[in-house]
């Protein structure tokens, strides 16, 4: 988040999520992503299934797409996306395995620099819902390979970035994120962002995440491209919804997410994260399922007494020792 630049200016490296969520509520953000609080009984392995559905959807997607730039059939394309293991993708020390290089008798990770060796970490997504996700992506192949998205090239699908979106002599503000992937859809240039959903639920086109991606690939067209994991199989199940942006659009965009850097820096150099209490009630933010879907930190803001806050805080959060990235 804050890296040095080897200057002294104060450097800012964010992606969507983080953006999003601070203009959500700057105290949930602090508390997410600079102290990276979950609570203590939180086990991403049992109540991330959906987010792990997803990205077995992505990686099905990544190698897909991929394939067809390079000029596979559908046969062989097929093939290589079903002889994807999950299990074998990550080590346990949160790193892909494409990262550990081997150096004399060790497997060094190039991007943690403490795992020595690759150790395979077991892909935490159940068996039926792996099936499910399978069976849809035959399903969605099949729906849309007489009209699909032609990637440009093999490097045009999942594209991490880093840019640059503004400094000067003092700061310097950088936007990371990937992108699903940039292709054509009848002719017409477009970028893709796959969402997989455990149950049908329509996205606003013009969300944060969706113009950093307008604004960075210089794009203004974008494809939201549903695939729905519920049971019942409707004409929502796989959908496409088109977004479209003006380059004044854009623009402006630009400028405002310059201020929101400069809003972040500001509450950062201050300490000052103000709650919003509009957004207590969350979506999503619970790892008890009996329990309304609450903000995790709501307890924490509703304590006057700021060190019985601090010994809450201490008590019911733990430190999320993985810091996600998004390439």
Known sequence: MLKPTGQNKFTLVLDSSQIALFLTCPVQWHKRYVL?????????????????????????????YRSKAEGLNLNDTIERCFAYNPDRDLCECGCPQDLHKEILTLQECQRCGKCLSYRPHPFPLNQDTRFLVQNRFKDYIYKWKLNDFVPDSPQHVE?????????????????????????????????????????????YGKSVQFKNYAMISNLT??????????????????????????????????????????????????????????????????????????CWYRDLCEESNDRIAERKQDLLFKIKEATWRPW
């Not at 509450?267 to 879907?293: H, M, Q, V």
């Open 36 to 64: 990276r609080l979950v609570p203590v009984g939180y086990d991403p392995l049992k109540e991330e299934q959906a987010m792990h559905a997803g990205t077995y959807g992505h990686k099905l997607m990544d190698i897909y």
């Open 159 to 203: 594209i991490g970035f880093s840019e640059p979106i503004y400094e000067d002599n003092n700061n310097y503000f950088v936007l990371e994120g990937r992108m699903d992937l940039i292709a054509s859809l009848q002719n017409q240039p477009c970028l893709v962002d796959h969402k997989f959903q455990m149950s049908t639920h329509w996205l």
């Open 221 to 294: 067209m974008l494809v939201i491209n549903y695939v729905r994991l519920t049971k019942a199989v409707t004409e929502d199940t796989m959908s496409r919804d088109l977004v479209t942006f003006s380059r004044a659009e854009l623009d402006a965009w630009k400028k405002r997410l310059v201020d929101i850097y400069f809003d972040i820096k500001s509450a950062i150099l201050l300490d000052t994260f103000i709650p919003n209490w509009s957004a207590c009630s969350g979506y999503g933010k619970t790892f008890k399922k009996a329990e309304p879907r609450y």
